[in-house]
């Protein structure tokens, strides 16, 4: 099992920045790749990015492409997604979730272990 918190979420006005971080623990960090979802009020939880378990490889939801970019420090055990140009439409829950597969998907049935999530609102 692998553990995952989340930190990094909040109030920010559109075309705002907001960097989020996942600390993950309780199993080789190194081994899984990671992904971020998120799920708005109302709507279905859905895939946001994901890198696989060396950092080569990454993947991208069609609406945050070009400007959300999802990157990991095996080092420290952590996840990151560095939001930048946010829209209200991005205002949901934001989910950091770990595959022990390692590598990339889209799918959540992908990925195993989730943490609780952190809120990111974004004011027109």
């Known amino acids: 099992q692998v553990q995952l918190v989340e930190s990094g979420g909040g109030l920010v006005q559109a075309g705002g920045s907001l960097r989020l971080s996942c600390a993950a623990s309780?199993?080789?960090?190194?081994?899984?790749?990671m992904g971020w979802f998120r799920q708005g009020a109302g709507k279905e939880r859905e895939f946001v990015a994901c890198?696989?378990?060396?950092?080569?490889?990454?993947a991208y939801a069609e609406s945050v492409k070009g400007r959300f970019t999802i990157s990991r420090d095996n080092a420290k055990n952590m996840a990151y997604l560095q939001m930048n140009s946010l829209k209200p439409e991005d205002t949901a829950v934001y989910y950091c979730?770990?595959?022990?597969?390692?590598?990339?998907?889209?799918?959540?049935?992908?990925?195993?272990?989730w943490g609780q999530g952190t809120q990111v609102t974004v004011s027109s």
């Open positions: 890198i696989r378990w060396s950092g080569f490889a990454t």
């Open positions: 309780g199993r080789t960090f190194s081994s899984l790749a």
């Open positions: 979730a770990a595959s022990f597969s390692g590598y990339e998907s889209s799918s959540p049935e992908h990925f195993a272990s």
